[in-house]
């Protein structure tokens, strides 16, 4: 047994997972997950460049946890970064922060390997609940990863599309407009049009989302009172039933997003981007999957994640070194 810790740092919120894991017998038990949101991507897809307030929030997040890894005694930590990091031509000032404050250097992950750290994470508690091949589907705040496999990784497609580059380059308005709303799903459509060509959609059993958007859809289809991952949490839903949450939480004003008792309040200005982004993928996935001869129903959501998938392999590389 290990005890170690996963830190996610994304576009718009860094996470931690602090866990006792056993390779052996193949379990991880969480001891504390936690969220902040830092938007830490503020303005970087028009900038290329973090800002220094955005750094600012991320450092002191950073402390933070070194306190409580500390006070949990982890053996090992890693840090990971994704989109926003690795779009930001300043990143050399994140790794330097990072590491003055942690003790640890992040490391500024591609694409490809953030998908299959989510896929690993999602996985490693679906297999078994549900048919693959699995289409895993990681929606961050400036990425979103598509994954395709069954106990390992067949194909991968990262596309620069996410909730808060979304909102940032579009989605202006208070609901946005039917303008801003089509300007938008054009970047959309092109993604998934890219995406298509390197991970063939139509072979997906099992569509997974996964992350703070797809949750939070997800709590809106269930119309919960409160945020609770562990209903949420391996929730299977009707195809219809997701498309109309998406587009129930794009077209309400940010006051009414507010108001939503399972809502992050970090999540209140950029949900309907994301909320855009799941339904085009939801909807592209049911017409390849048709157009194969199957006929997708229903989505799961999963509360793991990239966060479980940077876990485990923290406990490896802490074997590893023994």
Not at 222 to 248: H, N
Not at 254 to 271: S, T, W
Not at 297 to 318: C, F, K, N, P, Q
């Amino acid at each position: 047994m290990t005890r170690v810790a996963g830190i996610d740092c994304g576009t718009n919120s860094i996470r931690l997972l602090v866990a006792d894991v056993d390779l052996g017998a193949g379990t991880l038990t969480d001891l504390e997950r936690t969220m902040e949101v830092v938007r830490l991507g503020q303005g970087v897809d028009r900038t290329g460049r973090i800002a220094p307030e955005a750094l600012e929030r991320t450092l002191d997040a950073s402390r933070r946890y070194a306190r409580r890894c500390e006070e949990l005694g982890v053996e090992h930590v890693r840090f990971v970064a994704t989109s926003a990091s690795r779009d930001a031509e300043n990143r050399q000032d994140f790794v330097d922060g990072v590491l003055d404050a942690l003790g640890v250097e992040p490391e500024v992950i591609s694409g490809h390997e953030e998908a299959e750290l989510s896929f690993r994470g999602a996985t490693g508690v679906l297999a078994g609940r549900h048919l693959g091949p699995f289409l895993v589907v990681d929606l961050g705040g400036g990425s979103t990863e598509l994954v395709l496999g069954t106990t390992s990784v067949v194909a991968a497609h990262s596309m620069d599309v996410g909730c808060v580059r979304m909102t940032e380059r579009h989605l202006a308005g208070d609901p946005p407009t039917p303008e801003q709303v089509a300007a938008a799903s054009a970047d959309i459509e092109a993604a998934l049009d890219a995406a298509a060509r390197d991970v063939p959609l139509g072979r997906a059993a099992t569509l997974v989302g996964l992350a703070g958007t797809v949750t939070t859809v997800t709590a809106h289809a269930l119309d919960l009172d409160a945020y609770d991952p562990q209903v949420i949490d391996g929730s299977l839903l009707p195809v219809d039933r997701v498309l109309t949450s998406c587009r129930e939480l794009l077209t309400m004003s940010r006051a009414k997003r507010e108001r939503l008792p399972f809502m992050h309040p970090g999540r209140v200005d950029v949900i309907g981007a994301g909320a855009l982004v799941w339904s085009a993928v939801v909807a592209r996935v049911r017409t390849e999957v048709a157009r194969s001869g199957g006929n997708l129903r229903t989505v799961v959501t999963s509360e793991h994640d990239i966060l479980d998938g940077i876990t485990w392999s923290a406990a490896e590389r802490s074997a590893d070194r023994v």
